[in-house]
């Protein structure tokens, strides 16, 4: 069954940084491409980042130069380092991944960007 389990939000002060994590499970996760997604209140979600099986990635025009996503395929998990985070910033943030022809989402975990 899979599963993704995402953790490391919280509250930060604009200008400060977050680790996000996803842990992942069921699947095998070197095959597959991650992504970060993020849904700030009253908006549609919006992919912020993708990360691929040889590990190239691609950002959103307004994450570029400030979010870094990695992963780590022994550990089955990819993060989203976030730096310099403004108060647009604010969302909940998801990890996703298409397994065949199935598109799978963690919970969430909420960011807060506020002074």
């Known amino acids: 069954q899979v599963q993704l389990v995402e953790s490391g939000g919280g509250l930060v002060q604009p200008g400060g940084s977050l680790r996000l994590s996803c842990a992942a499970f069921?699947?095998?996760?070197?095959?597959?491409?991650m992504s970060w997604y993020r849904q700030a209140p009253g908006k549609e979600r919006e992919l912020v980042a993708v990360i691929d099986v040889g590990h190239l990635t691609h950002y959103r025009d307004s994450a570029k130069g400030r979010f870094t996503i990695s992963r780590d395929n022994d550990k089955n998990t990819v993060w989203l380092q976030m730096n310099s985070l403004e108060p647009e910033d604010t969302a909940v943030y998801y990890c996703?991944?298409?397994?065949?022809?199935?598109?799978?989402w963690g919970q969430g975990t909420q960011v807060t960007v506020s002074s």
């Open positions: 069921g699947f095998t996760f070197g095959r597959h491409a």
């Open positions: 996703n991944t298409q397994v065949g022809s199935l598109y799978y």
